[in-house]
């Protein structure tokens, strides 16, 4: 039996020495919508997320534009999209960057940018939404991190850059407004995010 390479694996599997941000944005989309990131040179693969994660998301990722629109701050959100540092290159389930820095066309926001990441654990990636992520995320200075777990029940743990680390500023469970680095103000519904998931 012959087996039937798509032409991200091919590429994937042929490639020789450390990565590059340059590679991992020309590869193609993979067949089953896995993310490729990149680590100084180690590119690491996810599997697609499944519904519920993307229902979060976009729930979340709704009521983050209501607060941008609402406090005029000049931001723009997006959800798994490219962020790039010199040799690091992120998908994060949510970001907020400088409305500057992503004209239209544009393919990857600097890390720099970035006022607030956000992650969604997931079985496949607990490790690197839990530690690898946000000490990467927090040495790049990022101001913002949001740490969403999906299990027991449905959280954001909201985290603050202080000096070169985070540090978890609140969790929420239900309905709260909360502070995004001075520059805006989210006013958080996780029991509507709770009945989006239940519909």
């Given at each position: 039996m012959v087996a039937i390479m798509?032409?991200?694996?091919?590429?994937?599997?042929?490639?020789?020495?450390?990565w590059t941000v340059e590679d991992v944005l020309a590869l193609p989309e993979h067949p089953a919508r896995a993310r490729f990131e990149l680590v100084d040179g180690v590119l690491m693969m996810s599997p697609a997320p499944d519904w519920d994660h993307q229902t979060v998301s976009s729930a979340l990722h709704s009521q983050i534009k209501v607060a941008l629109a609402r406090s005029g701050a000049p931001f723009r959100s997006g959800e798994?999209?490219?962020?790039?540092?010199?040799?690091?290159?992120?998908?994060p389930d949510i970001a907020v960057?400088?409305?500057?820095?992503?004209?239209?066309?544009?393919?990857?926001?600097?890390?720099?940018a970035a006022v607030l990441l956000g992650e969604i654990v997931s079985p496949f990636?607990?490790?690197?939404d839990r530690i690898l992520k946000p000490?990467?995320?927090?040495?790049?200075?990022?101001?913002?991190?949001?740490?969403?777990?999906?299990?027991?029940?449905?959280?954001?743990?909201?985290?603050?850059?202080?000096?070169?680390?985070?540090?978890?500023?609140?969790?929420?469970t239900g309905k709260a407004s909360v502070d995004v680095a001075g520059e805006f103000t989210v006013d958080l519904d996780l029991d509507a995010v709770r009945r989006e998931l239940e519909g």
């Open positions: 798509s032409v991200a694996e091919t590429r994937v599997d042929d490639h020789e020495g450390p798994a999209v490219n962020v790039t540092g010199e040799s690091r290159l992120f998908i960057v400088d409305r500057a820095a992503v004209p239209r066309g544009t393919l990857a926001a600097p890390l720099d990636n607990r490790a690197a000490a990467l995320y927090a040495h790049a200075k990022v101001p913002a991190y949001w740490r969403v777990e999906m299990k027991p029940d449905l959280c954001v743990v909201v985290h603050e850059l202080e000096g070169d680390t985070y540090r978890e500023a609140a969790t929420i």
